[in-house]
């Protein structure tokens, strides 16, 4: 365990030094900060709580940029110390390469966290500051938002994880870079949108509720949607509420998925690691 603490802190360092950390906590703060006020400056009118909007709109922030920013930092974790030398020189010491890709991990996603978790949350402490909520509406949205700070990290691990996958997978940082893009476009953009053309054409005929549901929990962004944005407090905002009513996910459920898409391609990473020559 010592080890792999060990492992996990240079990467860290190693964002430090890169400026990976100050600046991926500079973009999620000012982003979710321009999203918290602009999205709750109607609330006022209709008293809604301002942090449920938030969410709603921090959900959406994370869809997009938690799997981008994971993704850049762990797609050449593995490839890219391959090609500077330095792999080599890391296995001559006594660690144990499941080691190496454990402690990498933990690395990266201690980065995405302390982002995720200081951007949001001075984004929220900001507009609890400065934002008067009906009593105890924002009270009734503290829940929800402790889902949204867990899921988001949990996200950012998913991607990571997958970014160390592809990382064991290729011999060219450059392909790494391609093939990390690719996935993003895919899993964030390209399969709604296709899963969207299906459902249109399909007119239900085919694609039943569970078949749905399964199509839903092959995306992690797709589980992570569901999971924040189908609560009783936010559910009315995210645009969800008719695919709430429709798919039997249970929170559980998608808190499941989210954990598997984390540890089968981490699982996969360390099994391939395993095998690849240096």
Do not use: C
């Not at 700070?149 to 391609?178: K, M, Y």
């Amino acid at each position: 365990m010592l080890t792999i603490l060990i492992l996990a802190g240079k990467e860290l360092r190693d964002g430090l030094r890169n400026r990976w950390v100050l600046g991926a906590t500079l973009l999620l703060t000012v982003f979710a900060l321009t999203l918290a006020f602009l999205g709750a400056a109607p609330t006022g009118t209709v008293k809604v709580a301002p942090l449920a909007v938030t969410i709603v709109s921090l959900s959406s922030l994370s869809i997009f940029l938690l799997p981008l920013i994971a993704l850049l930092l762990s797609h050449d974790a593995i490839v890219g110390e391959a090609e500077r030398g330095t792999l080599a020189l890391l296995l001559a010491y006594p660690v144990a390469r499941w080691q190496v890709v454990i402690g990498k991990f933990l690395g990266h996603v201690a980065i995405l966290a302390f982002a995720t978790l200081t951007g949001f949350g001075v984004a929220a402490a900001a507009l609890s500051a400065t934002e008067g909520a009906p009593e105890g509406a924002d009270v009734s949205a503290l829940p929800a938002f402790a889902v949204l700070l867990g899921s988001s990290v949990l996200l950012g691990a998913a991607f990571v994880a997958i970014g160390l996958l592809v990382s064991t997978l290729v011999r060219e940082r450059s392909t790494a870079g391609g093939i990390a893009i690719g996935l993003w476009l895919g899993f964030v953009l390209i399969w709604d949108m296709a899963l969207l053309g299906v459902l249109v054409t399909d007119q239900g005929r085919s694609v039943t509720g569970g078949v749905l549901d399964g199509l839903l929990l092959l995306n992690p962004t797709d589980a992570y949607r569901l999971l924040n944005l189908t609560g009783d407090n936010v559910g009315a905002f995210g645009g969800t509420a008719g695919l709430a009513r429709q798919t039997a996910l249970t929170p559980p459920a998608l808190l499941a998925a989210l954990l598997a898409w984390v540890a089968l391609p981490l699982a996969a990473a360390v099994a391939r690691f395993a095998r690849r020559p240096v």
